[in-house]
């Protein structure tokens, strides 16, 4: 390793644009923007999807979905198989109606209540002398 500091300009050694160009096969191939496999995406308008501004119809809610409290509205479309219920229920609302996504509390609420409902299916299982 040498101690020489970095010097603007042309050093030695370096070979030029052209002979890396000539000795590695596909270097520099993405130099000119015009040879970009994703050029026609770069040029604003030169490709339309279709799909923006165009928001699908809203699912309808059965019970009152727990949301963030940062969006002021529900997600057009949502999981609607299993409602909140019971104690563990009531603590995922208190996790969304109180806290931020960003918080932590908001998480590990969420995560007791996934240990309060663990806990109680165990207990129904016992209680049915049925294995999990």
Not at 30 to 46: F, I, N, Q, T, W
Not at 97 to 108: G, I, T
Not at 112 to 132: F, I, N
């Amino acid at each position: 390793m040498t101690n020489i500091p970095y010097a603007g300009g042309h050093r030695a050694g370096i070979p030029s644009a052209d002979d890396l160009r000539a000795r590695i096969p596909g270097w520099g191939a993405d130099l000119d923007p015009a040879d970009r496999p994703s050029h026609p995406r770069e040029v604003p308008g030169a490709i339309r999807s279709g799909s923006a501004g165009e928001v699908p119809e809203n699912q309808p809610e059965r019970w009152p979905r727990e949301r963030s409290i940062e969006h002021a509205r529900l997600t057009p479309v949502f999981g609607s198989t299993l409602p909140p219920r019971g104690v563990s229920g009531a603590i995922r609302r208190l996790a969304y109606r109180r806290y931020s996504e960003a918080r932590a509390a908001h998480w590990l609420l969420l995560l007791a209540a996934d240990r309060v409902e663990s806990k109680g299916q165990a207990l129904r299982s016992l209680l049915s002398r049925r294995t999990p």
